[in-house]
């Protein structure tokens, strides 16, 4: 069904000049995984303090809030970086079930964080039994590692 | 000057690294979980120097993110030094003469350098500015000296595997 989209990815100037160059396609990488480290940073203080682990001083809205303006940016640059990568390979992730499953826990993992996880996050404090933020925190921890780990599995069994 | 390779060249022909470079598990294993706990580890680093900085949690006194951030900071990475090791043992002949492993090494050194300067000297003052938004200059300094750096190793780290300066 999404065969046109994976050839038409494929087919893009950008993809041929990715497969050109010897170098655009490791640097976008490594400012990739750059870009991952710092989101996935912004992500673990704030399930850290889910959690009840992390700076238990400042409130979770606090936290969050701060850590939101990081996670925008660099979730962004995940974004500029992550497409080019996507297009020139796109004849391949389409066969590759480790891609496909990395896309849709992201998928599940972003829709998440974007509604439960916030919504718990900036709550009142003592509002929420600490079960409930506690196991968002674990949770979101899970998921996100979880994204990682499949991204990272993908050059090695994509 | 003795040559380190034949010691490289035993390290490789041992039974355990030559069945793990082998082992379609192996490898890759150890290398993600390298990655998953640099990430953590990094990421927490990462957050702590921009509140150094002041572009993040300004709001919160610079002690209290330190203290509560360095044990995770440790826990991952222990690993992360662990795993890195078994990953190099693995493989050291291809490594050893690699621009990025070689510069990933002085990268990690000059950031734990700055890092231990930070905590010996810099942070003995921190209570006299740890409620203020914005750092000390030094600590500020300090900061940005560190998101470089780690910044730096995390990308010459995912080069290695292009060896492009042979």
């Known amino acids: 069904m999404l065969l046109p989209f994976f050839e038409w990815c494929d087919g893009l100037a950008m993809s ?143 | 000057m003795p040559s380190i390779v034949p010691t490289f060249a035993w390290l490789e022909g041992l039974a355990w690294t030559t069945a793990l470079r082998e082992s379609p598990y192996g490898y890759p294993l150890i290398e993600t979980s390298h990655v998953a706990c640099i990430v953590v580890f990094a990421g927490l680093v990462i957050m702590m120097d921009l509140r150094l900085v002041g572009l993040a949690f300004t709001h919160a006194p610079l002690a209290q993110i330190q203290r509560r951030l360095f044990p995770w900071q440790m826990a991952s990475f222990v690993p992360s030094t662990a795993t890195g090791i078994l990953l190099f043992c693995v493989d050291p002949l291809r490594y050893y003469r690699n621009v990025f492993f070689l510069a990933k090494l002085v990268l990690l050194a000059l950031a734990g350098l700055n890092a231990l300067a930070f905590h010996l000297k810099t942070y003995r003052t921190a209570e006299g500015w740890d409620e203020d938004p914005l750092a000390t200059t030094t600590a500020r300094v300090t900061g940005a000296a560190s998101l470089l750096l780690w910044s730096l190793t995390i990308v010459s780290s995912r080069l290695i595997p292009n060896n492009w300066f042979k």
């Not at chain 1, 990488?29 to 238990?56: C, E, N, S, Y």
């Not at chain 1, 039994?129 to 990272?152: D, E, H």
């Open chain 1, 16 to 158: 041929q000049a990715y497969r050109d160059s010897t170098y655009l396609f490791p640097l976008t990488q490594a400012l990739h995984v750059l870009a991952v480290t710092v989101f996935v940073g912004a992500i673990v203080i704030g399930d850290l303090r889910l959690l009840g682990w992390g700076p238990v001083g400042q409130s979770r809205a606090s936290i969050a809030r701060s850590a939101q303006r990081i996670l925008l940016w660099a979730g962004l640059a995940v974004l500029v970086t992550g497409i080019p990568q996507f297009t020139t390979n796109a004849m391949t992730y389409q066969r590759s079930w480790l891609f496909v499953f990395k896309m849709y826990l992201l998928a599940v993992t972003l829709l998440f964080t974007a509604t439960v996880r916030w919504r718990v996050a900036i709550a009142e404090e003592g509002r929420l039994p600490s079960w409930v933020t506690r196991a968002v925190g674990a949770v979101s921890l899970a998921l996100w590692m979880g994204v990682t780990i499949s991204g990272r599995l993908i050059t090695y069994y994509g």
